[in-house]
C-alpha cells in the first residue's frame, strides 16, 4: 500500500458544458478527488480527508480518464461506469457510495430509497451525511439522489448543475 504521506497525486483542470472540472489521479490512474472548479475548496478539505498528506501537483489525468468525462459529456451517460476510484472513509461511506453507482444513468433514488438499497432503511440522514461526503462526484453520482418528494435537494455542484446533469442522463438513455 502506498504511504499517503509520500502520495503524489495529479492535478488536472477540464472543460465541460456545466463549468471546469478538477480531477485528482494518483500514479495507478485511479480519481481521488472531481469537483467543479467554483468548489476547489470543499474538495481540497474532502482531499485531505481522503489522501492525507499527499502532495498535489498540476499534470494531465490518463486519457482513459479524460476520453471518458469527455463522451460522458458528449452523451455516453455509461463512459464513466468503468473508472477507478480510490476513496478512504468508513465501511458505511464505501457501502453508500457503492450504492451511489448503482444507480443507472437516466434514474433517481430518494434518500430513503438509498438507505432501504443498503439494508438500512432507518439510517436516511447517515445516507446523506455519506452522499455529501463523496469526494469524486459524477462518477458516484451523487447528483441521481432527490428528496422523498421529488424534489431536488442540495447538491456540492449547485443545484442549476444537478439539474443539468440529471436532464443530460434523462435525454441520452
Same mark, same amino acid.
Given at each position: 500500500m502506498t504511504d499517503a504521506r509520500r502520495e503524489v497525486l495529479r492535478l488536472d483542470r477540464i472543460?465541460?458544458?456545466?463549468?471546469e472540472m478538477l480531477v485528482v489521479t494518483d500514479g495507478e *490512474?485511479?480519481?481521488r478527488a472531481l469537483d467543479f472548479a467554483d468548489y476547489e475548496p470543499r474538495m481540497m478539505r474532502l482531499l485531505a480527508r481522503h489522501a492525507p498528506g499527499a502532495t498535489l501537483?498540476?499534470?494531465?489525468a490518463p486519457e482513459a480518464v479524460r476520453q471518458a468525462l469527455a463522451a460522458y459529456f458528449a452523451?455516453?451517460?455509461?463512459?464513466?461506469? *468503468?473508472l477507478r476510484v480510490k476513496t478512504a472513509g468508513t465501511a458505511f461511506q464505501a457501502e453508500v457510495w457503492?450504492?451511489?453507482?448503482?444507480?443507472p444513468a437516466g434514474e433517481t433514488r430518494s434518500y430513503g430509497q438509498l438507505a432501504a438499497a443498503i439494508?438500512?432503511?432507518?439510517?436516511?440522514r447517515a445516507v446523506g451525511l455519506a452522499n455529501g461526503s463523496n469526494p469524486v462526484g459524477v462518477?458516484?453520482?451523487?447528483?441521481?439522489?432527490?428528496g422523498a418528494?421529488?424534489?431536488?435537494?442540495?447538491?456540492a455542484g449547485g443545484l442549476e448543475r444537478k439539474r443539468w446533469l440529471l436532464a443530460h442522463e434523462a435525454g441520452a438513455v
Open positions: 472543460e465541460t458544458p456545466v463549468g *490512474g485511479a480519481v501537483t498540476p499534470g494531465q452523451g455516453d451517460v455509461r463512459a464513466l461506469e *468503468g457503492a450504492a451511489l453507482r448503482a444507480i439494508g438500512r432503511p432507518s439510517a436516511v462518477i458516484v453520482p451523487c447528483h441521481r439522489v432527490i418528494n421529488g424534489t431536488l435537494t442540495g447538491y
